[in-house]
């Protein structure tokens, strides 16, 4: 059984990388609390100058556990590319890895220090919506592309936009857009009245929560937000939140958690009886979750996710992925959410590469806007007006299946709400949100 621990410290990065990773892919040429920089062993006859890659990912701090299958699973697909040369056949790849901490200032200071001193043409990450954003004001200044596969404030593409970035996942607003497609079909079924909110209070949390709220007010204001809770980065203890939230006995409840304290409230949630008293449709469960959580999780509790691989099993890039992924670390052992949308990303600067015919950040920042692009969940294009990919949000019930050790969601009744359906509506409204940058 493949180990689903969250404990995933840079220690154990360096000795997962040293075991499974070809010798003849990359030599890991530096290693420091935090640090860890991979650069391809050989190279093709020819080689021009290589593509230096930042990495921006926690291993401390409350996404750890979301970082450890795209810091696996990016050596990987970057080998893959190197195979062929590299980036245009002739730009090898080098991974440059940093511990954000899941703090805006350490992800800010790693950022500039990758682009300043390991001259990286692009920064990849991060977890955090509020440590991508103090990103995206350094990589615009030094324009250098910033590709966001797992941070999703809808901030990042809207009232903070910067060109350069490009978001590989769909963001908060399409997200809770998603959860309230599925809310309304519930309440309409249930003749639920009322809801209650549990977020995180930092900028995702906040966003996501907004979201909801305001689409559930637009769509359905007869339903009654009763109370809002919101609850620290990094809490350990929920059960006042819990108590609180069964003593208001509301029909449901929408949660805006991710990461550690995810699977902490659902651990402090399910034995103090919450889920048999209210609804919690839309609960964020990525891959990552269901993994890590296969024996207590609440089979019937309603799911949301953002790149499930066993939705695309049938698309033969994910096929390719799965496969790639499990020779390296176990059958039982699967790519979630993360190291799927880390594949695409780093796959859609390859084809960003190639049609702009240059490495060029400018080049291949016109090259990718508006552009449609091959990803593991199939062929999705890129919102010229904010770089948001037209990615789908993943609605469904969690449900043992004999084809996996852990629960997936349901796939007879799992809905997929394309990112279109729920995102603003016109480039227009996206502008007006959109700061004025130089």
């Given at each position: ?15 997962t ?26 190279v ?49 790849i ?43 004001e ?12 797992t941070?999703n ?31 309304l079909?519930?309440?309409k ?46 809490e350990?203890?929920?059960?006042s ?31 103090a ?15 990552t ?23 695309h ?40 590469t ?8 400018d ?8 552009a ?11 919102r ?17 299946t ?27 409204e ?9």
């Open positions: 059984m493949a180990n689903y621990s969250n404990d995933y410290q840079w220690s154990s990065i360096v000795e990388m040293n075991k499974t990773m070809s010798r003849r892919d990359f030599i890991i040429t530096s290693v420091a609390a935090g640090v860890m920089t991979m650069v391809p062993r050989f093709t006859a020819g080689a021009a100058e290589p593509y230096r890659i930042g990495v921006c990912l926690p291993t401390t701090g409350s996404g750890a556990n979301y970082s450890e299958r795209p810091i696996k699973g990016l050596p990987l697909i970057a080998a893959e590319i190197n195979k062929r040369g590299g980036l245009l056949g002739k730009h090898p080098e991974l440059h890895f940093r511990d954000t901490q899941t703090k805006p200032d350490v992800g800010a200071r790693e950022a500039r220090s990758l682009i300043l001193n390991e001259k990286v043409q692009t920064i990849i990450g991060t977890w955090s919506s509020a440590v991508a954003m103090a990103i995206q350094i990589i615009h200044e030094h324009k250098v592309l910033h590709l966001a596969a941070s404030s809808s901030k990042i593409v809207n009232e903070n936009y910067t060109p350069y970035s490009f978001q590989f996942g769909p963001n908060s607003r399409m997200q809770s857009g998603a959860t309230v497609v599925a809310v079909k519930m309440i079924s249930r003749g639920w009245k009322t809801y209650v909110t549990l977020g995180l209070d930092y900028e995702w949390g906040r966003d996501a929560q907004r979201v909801f709220v305001d689409k559930m007010t637009k769509e359905s204001p007869e339903t009654k937000l009763t109370k809002v809770f919101w609850a620290k980065l990094g350990t203890d929920f059960t939140y819990i108590t609180a939230i069964m003593a208001l006995k509301p029909d449901f409840m929408f949660g805006a958690i991710a990461g550690k304290d995810n699977e902490t409230f659902i651990q402090q949630a399910k034995p009886g919450l889920f048999k008293r209210v609804a919690y449709p839309g609960v964020f469960l990525p891959v979750e269901l993994m890590q959580q296969r024996k207590t999780l609440p089979r019937g509790i309603i799911g949301l996710n953002r790149c499930p691989f066993f939705a099993m049938d698309n033969p890039i994910m096929q390719k992925y799965v496969k790639m992924y499990q020779e390296k670390f176990g059958k039982d052992d699967y790519p979630d959410d993360f190291a799927c949308m880390y594949f695409d990303a780093l796959n859609g600067l390859d084809q960003g190639t049609k702009a015919g240059s490495i060029n950040s080049a291949v920042k016109a090259a990718l806007r508006g449609t692009i091959d990803t593991s969940r199939g062929k999705l294009t890129f010229d007006c904010n770089n948001q990919l037209d990615a789908p949000s993943y609605v469904g019930e969690v449900v043992d004999p084809d996996y050790p852990f629960p997936i969601f349901d796939l007879k009744t799992l809905v997929a709400v394309q990112g279109h359906e729920v995102w603003i509506p016109t480039c227009e996206v502008r007006k949100l959109q700061k004025k940058r130089i």
